[in-house]
């Protein structure tokens, strides 16, 4: 499985009508699609889909047509994210019409083609599951241990700031046990 690391946007014109479509990360999506709303206001469709993990491992999918034909849009789109091997990413794709009515099937490829388009030009990582642990250090050590989570390519998510220092990590599950490991012998 792969995800976005930022957001990509692509596009695609089909007989005088504009496929805009904006590939982001799934914490991104809604924010994303408020602002296209904003900053698109004579679009006349906002057709979207996204997959995602949930708490449970669990991939949840939805799609939306927005006024396009039943299936002509949203499940395309929502497809070519899956064929994709996509994960945590939403699609948004913005459409003018152009005057030219496409009819079921050029609907369909004009979707496909839209989010696949978005998808050949992102810079998609390969999905790695991550965890967060909270540890608690003496304010001597917190430059030491930013610079070792850099080094274990961990993620420092917040560092608060009260009698301790205590730092919110994420990372996969080698790489946060790896950097423990090593904070074991000298700080913890």
């Known amino acids: 499985m792969f995800t976005l690391t ?8 089909v007989k005088q009508s504009k496929f805009i479509a904006h ?22 469709h906002f057709v ?10 669990q991939i949840v999918e939805h799609s939306s047509d927005d006024g ?17 091997e996509l994960i945590n990413v939403g699609v948004i794709v913005v459409r003018y019409f152009g005057g030219t009515k496409l009819g079921t099937g050029g609907l369909v490829r004009a979707y496909s083609d839209a989010v696949n388009l978005a998808i050949n030009e992102a810079n998609l990582v390969e999905y ?18 930013t610079y070792e989570a850099e080094a274990f390519n961990v993620r420092v998510l917040n560092k608060e700031f009260g009698n301790n220092v205590v730092f919110t990590l994420e990372a996969s599950k080698e790489e946060l046990e790896a950097l423990l490991q090593k904070l074991e012998r000298v700080v913890l």
């Open 23 to 44: 590939l982001v990360p799934y914490s991104n999506y809604e924010e994303t699609l408020k602002h296209l709303k904003a900053q698109h206001p004579k679009a006349r």
């Open 48 to 57: 979207v889909a996204y997959r995602y993990l949930n708490e449970y491992d």
């Open 68 to 84: 396009e034909p039943k299936g002509t849009s949203g499940k395309p789109s929502l497809m070519a994210l899956s064929g994709a």
């Open 128 to 145: 790695v599951k991550t965890f967060q642990k909270s540890i608690e250090i003496a304010y001597a050590d917190e430059r030491y241990v």
């Open 6 to 13: 930022k957001e990509t946007s692509t596009l695609l014109e």
